[in-house]
């Protein structure tokens, strides 16, 4: 009832930067935390960062500096902007958007498709 549409992956030399987005749409009523999620292979997902209604931050230690995470509540959106990247920031990147549906107030907890982020070294 709720899809995630990513975009702005790539492939990227260390250093360099990338931007994600992430909008969300369908029977939204309203949108809590909206974050990122990333996937190395052969490693678990791992939060990268997530962010409020009221846009408070959260992000994990090796990303913080580096990234930046925002979100634009009228349009459902969310971006991640990354910079600095290093090889280790390669991985499959997944948006991730709870809150509640119209009308039935039902819950929802919605992953995007994933987005591929390569840095070379």
Known sequence: QVQLVESGGGLV????????????SGRIFRVNVMGWYRQAPGKQRELVATTTTGGNPNYRDSV??????????????????MNS??????????????GFLIGTMQAFDSWGQGTQVTVSS
């Open 64 to 81: 913080k500096g580096r990234f930046t995470i925002s979100r634009d509540n009228a349009k459902n959106t969310v971006y991640l902007e």
């Open 85 to 98: 990247l290093k090889p280790d920031d390669t991985a499959v990147y997944y948006c991730n958007a709870n």
């Open 13 to 24: 030399q260390a250093g360099g930067s990338l931007r994600l987005s992430c909008a969300a």
